[in-house]
């Protein structure tokens, strides 16, 4: 779709307000510079997990699927995938469930804790559905949560999507699979050292986890194929 904006929306981490006004900012840069073509929003996960409201955020992304077109796009990230393990393991006393809880999954069980049993259940059952990585082929773009495996590309994994931080992939010079000649990753997952997006190679790679949880940024990309990227915050 050439022309369509590609917005890429990195870690959000339970932040809601600052997701809704970002949201807000892009569609009203949209309109006013870029003549009000579509938005394709692509959120790249980490949706939960040490911010103060993960429930109302899961919550929010679900509803605001159905009211946008393109119909929005939300990844699972590393975070989602430790709290789908910890639920359905079944035992609150469990290794995963009290690995979850020290990587932040106490503030997301706090954001439920006045919610109904049922949209615990409605939430966990969405989250499951999530993919790990959308691909926009004739645009040249990979969004994925935490990266891919850049030597076997796109022979790579959930857990590679998810987790991974290897330095092969975080220098795009190290690239060596045939399916990303002229292709750009766009992730997050690993938090910017100075909370700036991070551009690297000739934009083959583009992070844009700037630490919102941690008092950076929620970053946006905004992407039309040919155009430089634009980076807008809340």
């Not at 919550?59 to 393109?70: A, D, K």
């Not at 949209?119 to 966990?124: A, F, M, N, S």
């Not at 060596?176 to 990753?185: D, E, F, I, K, S």
Request: glycine letters at 10%; hydrophobic letters at 35%.
């Amino acid at each position: 779709m050439r022309d369509t904006i590609y917005c890429a929306i990195g870690d959000i981490h339970g932040e809601l307000d600052r997701l809704k006004a970002l949201h807000q900012r892009v569609l009203f840069f949209v309109e006013q510079a870029l003549g009000g073509l579509p938005v394709q929003f692509i959120h790249l996960g980490d949706l939960v997990d040490r911010g103060p409201d993960s429930c109302g955020v899961v919550e929010y992304l679900r509803n605001f699927e159905h009211v946008r077109h393109p119909n929005p796009i939300t990844l699972r990230g590393n975070h989602e995938q430790l709290m789908l393990d910890a639920f359905l393991s079944g035992d609150r006393q469990s290794a995963k469930y009290r690995t979850w809880l020290t990587n932040g999954g106490s503030a997301t069980e706090a954001s439920y804790a006045n919610q109904p049993a049922s949209t615990l259940v409605e939430h966990i059952t969405w989250m499951q559905g999530l993919e790990t990585i959308h691909e926009v082929k004739d645009a040249g773009l990979i969004f994925v949560h935490a990266g891919i495996d850049p030597d076997i590309f796109p022979g790579c994994d959930d857990v590679v999507h998810m987790w991974t931080r290897r330095r092969e992939f975080m220098d795009p010079r190290c690239w060596t699979a045939p399916a990303l000649q002229g292709q750009r990753v766009i992730h997050g997952h690993t938090p910017t050292r100075d909370f700036e997006p991070e551009t690297s190679g000739s934009g083959q790679r583009v992070n844009i986890d700037t630490g919102a949880v941690y008092g950076g940024k929620l970053t946006a990309v905004l992407i039309q194929p040919g155009e430089d990227d634009i980076f807008l915050h809340s």
